[in-house]
């Protein structure tokens, strides 16, 4: 089984520019997260979709961040226009009902200079 | 307030050596707890996943107990290797697919 896909790996951009994130999930996992990760922190959820609708943004910044689901399986994560903080890894996972957790992808980190 | 606490903060510990890591939750309605192991720079790979009905899964030298009475968890990691230098973080699902994380335990193995 293919795991969950992320790119780019890494990124790195300068405050105020804009950088993008793509995830694929497993084949057929209904449910897809993006998660930030800063250095040293736990995860923390940006936003859960169950097939292309947003179940949670509550702690999204949509001021700058947006993500969309298209057609209920790749997702892409959009930063506009990014700030220092922003540097952390970005985490993509995704699970299906009656899976015990989830499984997550490597991974993108992005530094903001 | 649900909720996923985990000790030591960090643990260094020489490389042959065995260590508990601990993780302490309040969770409601508690559906499952699982450990992932994450390298740095790396998304979180899952060790061990347990239900309520279960009070130990192992995973090679890694061996997850759980007490859903006192909702505390450990995992267990016997004879330590160099590659088991990572973050261990402690996640507990409820009521469907939502999940809450642990700050995670920062471990480093010495040779």
């Known amino acids: 089984e293919a795991g969950v896909a992320q790119s780019p790996r890494y990124k790195i951009i300068e405050k105020r520019q804009s950088v993008a994130f793509w995830c694929n999930p497993i084949s057929g996992h209904a449910t897809l997260y993006w998660y930030q990760q800063i250095l040293g922190q736990g995860p923390k959820l940006l936003i859960q979709f169950q097939n292309n609708g947003v179940v949670d943004d509550s702690q999204l910044p949509k001021d700058r961040f947006s993500a969309e689901r298209l057609k209920g399986v790749d997702s892409t994560l959009k930063i506009q226009p990014a700030k220092l903080e922003d540097s952390a890894v970005y985490l993509c996972?995704?699970?299906?009902?009656?899976?015990?957790?989830?499984?997550f992808g490597s991974g993108t980190r992005l530094t903001v200079v | 307030k649900n909720q996923v606490e985990q000790s030591p903060q960090s643990l260094i510990i020489l490389e042959g050596k065995n260590c508990t890591l601990q993780c302490n939750y309040t969770v409601s309605p508690f559906s499952n707890l699982r450990w992932y192991k994450q390298d740095t720079g790396r998304g979180p790979v899952s060790l061990t996943i347990?239900?309520?009905?279960?009070n130990t899964k192992s995973n090679g030298r890694y061996t997850a107990t759980l007490d859903a009475d006192t909702k505390q968890s450990s995992l267990h990691i016997t004879a330590s290797q160099l590659s088991d230098s990572a973050s261990y973080i402690c996640?507990?699902?409820?009521?469907?697919?939502?999940?809450?994380f642990g700050p995670g335990t920062r471990l480093s193995v010495l040779p």
């Open positions: 996972a995704s699970s299906t009902a009656g899976d015990y957790g989830y499984t």
């Open positions: 347990m239900t309520f009905s279960e």
């Open positions: 996640v507990v699902g409820y009521y469907g697919q939502n999940f809450v």
